[in-house]
């Protein structure tokens, strides 16, 4: 599948909150500010030279279609939203913090998590948006993040984001066949033993559904 470097990022989370009835409740939002929210941002990322990594279901877009957001995930580390003023911090715990950049949300996942750093360093490549290119993860990073979120996702009940990170995960597998096994040696180094056996057993499961959804579609 070729990259879909055509995807324009602000448009794509425009649709998502224009179009999402939640937001219909509070106060009119410009649309059109939040592409040029996504414009900015990127050009004062590059201007002051703050390093990062673009994740999340944008990231996504780059190698699948049909994904939804309605926020930003960037890779940093914590010192350098010391050189980004403009951000509004919302909420911040030990591996994450959300931020405001007009009425653009961002989430930050900080790089002192070895796991965030380690996809940073060696788990990111260039994508082209508009007259750019900008670091973001590679889809074997992409899945590395998503695997080491969903036990936490289990113990947390969240069924909603749960379903959203195995599809995410199953059409990766699915399209670009990466080496699940360097994968799983990866987060073992990041994870616990219990947290490990959850992972290789989501993988199984998933594994099973693209596998069936192979053969059923060469058998028509």
Do not use: C
């Not at 999402?20 to 030279?49: C, H, T, Y």
């Not at 010192?79 to 931020?99: H, N, T």
């Not at 959850?198 to 099973?208: E, F, P």
């Amino acid at each position: 599948m070729s990259l879909h470097s055509s995807v324009q990022i602000g448009e794509v989370i425009r649709n998502a909150v224009v179009f999402n009835a939640k937001n219909w409740l509070g106060s009119p939002m410009n649309s059109d500010s939040l592409i040029q929210a996504v414009q900015d941002l990127f050009s004062i990322l590059e201007q002051r030279q703050v390093e990062y990594v673009l994740v999340g279901g944008v990231a996504l877009l780059h190698y699948v279609e049909g994904r939804n957001t309605q926020d930003l995930d960037l890779l940093m580390a914590l010192s350098s939203l010391e050189k980004l003023p403009e951000f509004k911090i919302v909420s911040q715990d030990m591996g994450f913090v959300r931020a405001s950049y007009g009425e653009l949300q961002i989430d930050i996942l900080l790089t002192k998590n070895p796991l965030f750093k380690k996809v940073q360093k060696d788990y990111s490549t260039a994508g082209h948006f508009l007259d750019r290119d900008i670091p973001i993860a590679t889809v074997e990073g992409l899945l590395l993040l998503k695997f080491y979120a969903l036990p936490s996702l289990y113990r947390q009940g969240n069924f909603a984001k749960v379903s959203i990170y195995e599809n995410d995960i199953a059409t990766l597998l699915y399209y670009y066949q990466p080496n699940t096994g360097s994968l799983i040696s990866e987060l073992s180094r990041h994870v616990n033993e219990s947290d490990l056996t959850k992972i290789r057993n989501i993988l199984t499961d998933i594994q099973n559904r693209t596998d069936r959804f192979k053969n059923e579609s060469r058998s028509r």
